[in-house]
């Protein structure tokens, strides 16, 4: 194992004229911490197939256990090169005292850093460091800065940011929001400035690949981390109302606090549609990917979703989505007709329900039309170039 502080050598070979060299630093990159971790190895592999040099700073975390990597050196993860931390005293906030000597020893090695996450220790020993060595940065919320989520353990959230992440956000040279709603919301709750929009991206499959749901009975689909916000009680209450008269199923594919997973497994139990209610578990790869492109529509409805990346999956294989207004892409989605958005809490999900299960035809439309949003407004080439753009605003900004 390396020592904490080595010098990054072998992760940058020759640099392209133009190339940038971009550090992204993220508590954790275990796949159970879901799109977060995804989405920043996405990110990573695409800038650099743009001739980009990349690198990941991160913790080893992984629930309570820890991945089996290297420290203190790159090594190869999921194509990108990064450099591994062990996580001390808990999982809350992902404490790795390895990361600031390292910082130190090597930010001079970089154009740029791209912050992930804000109530972290990566985020504020991160921040604190770009700070004291000039070094623009760029910090990604991943919708902590809602207010929603500042309602969450508040007395410390406060105590953090008066402890040094408030400096850490206003002394970024963009807060990267991937939702307008997200922007305007942090924007209101904090009195931040210097945002920009540029939303997650997904694969699109080849429009050869993508065909018409066949599966017999027809689900709707719920993936994502089992979590009390998702409102998953409500939702399991509501298909089983809506389809007393039909053969139609719910998969809930995910994982969580075994506590929380009991519980909705009892609730499925004691429904009206026992038998037709399928908890999948953790599901990747082609297990994941054959549910999303066979379900009849993917429901989302939540207490706070800045974004919503599974969502966006299923749209991009032209499967309708059915959100509420806690979903910060819904005002997109209605906009393109692709899929429902309740649009009050309040509202009878059931009868929803029932008008997306009732008509082929008017899924299939709405998907169409969800696939195309998706080409649109969330594909990697869109995606990549927003980012390239930030970053050389940042720099011209900062007079680099």
């Excluded at 992204?24 to 879901?34: D, K, L, M, Q, T």
């Amino acid at each position: 194992m390396a020592r904490a502080g080595r010098p990054i050598r072998a992760a940058f070979g020759q640099m392209d004229t133009g190339a940038l060299r971009i550090l992204h630093v993220i508590p954790a990159v275990a796949a159970r911490y879901g799109g977060p971790s995804e989405m920043v190895t996405g990110i990573c592999r695409q800038l650099a197939a743009h001739g980009h040099q990349v690198c990941i700073l991160t913790s080893d975390a992984d629930g309570p256990e820890t991945l089996n990597v290297a420290h203190g050196e790159p090594v190869n993860h999921q194509g990108v090169p990064t450099v591994f931390f062990p996580r001390r005293y808990g999982e809350a906030y992902k404490i790795t005292p390895g990361l600031g000597p390292w910082l130190r020893a090597n930010l001079s090695r970089f154009d740029i850093v791209h912050l992930h996450a804000v109530f972290s220790w990566s985020t504020l020993v991160g921040g604190r460091a770009c700070l004291t060595a000039g070094l623009p940065y760029v910090v990604r919320p991943l919708g902590s800065l809602d207010p929603w989520s500042l309602t969450r353990k508040p007395v410390l959230k406060r105590l953090l940011l008066r402890a040094g992440l408030l400096r850490v956000l206003r002394g970024a040279r963009a807060l990267h929001y991937t939702s307008v709603l997200e922007q305007e919301t942090a924007e209101r709750a904090l009195g931040l400035a210097n945002g920009r929009v540029i939303a997650n991206a997904v694969d699109v499959p080849d429009p050869r690949a993508v065909n018409k749901v066949t599966a017999d009975p027809p689900y709707l689909l719920s993936l994502g981390r089992l979590h009390p916000k998702k409102q998953l009680e409500r939702v399991i209450t509501a298909f089983a109302e809506a389809t007393v008269d039909s053969h139609a199923e719910l998969v809930v594919a995910g994982d969580g606090e075994a506590e929380y997973r009991d519980t909705l497994e009892a609730l499925a139990a004691s429904s009206a549609a026992a038998g037709r209610i399928r908890f999948a578990g953790w599901v990747d790869g082609a297990e994941k990917d054959a549910l999303l492109a066979d379900c009849a529509a993917f429901v989302l409805i939540s207490d706070n979703e800045n974004f919503g990346i599974a969502a966006v999956e299923a749209m991009a294989r032209a499967r309708p989505v059915l959100v509420n207004r806690g979903v910060y892409l819904y005002p997109d989605i209605s906009r393109a007709g692709a899929g429902w958005v309740l649009d009050d809490d309040d509202a009878d999900l059931a009868t929803l329900m029932r008008e997306v299960l009732s008509s082929n035809a008017k899924r299939d439309a709405r998907g169409a039309n969800a696939r195309t949003l998706v080409e649109r407004e969330y594909a990697w080439p869109v995606v990549t170039g927003a980012l390239e753009a930030l970053y050389r605003d940042c720099l011209a900004d900062a007079g680099l």
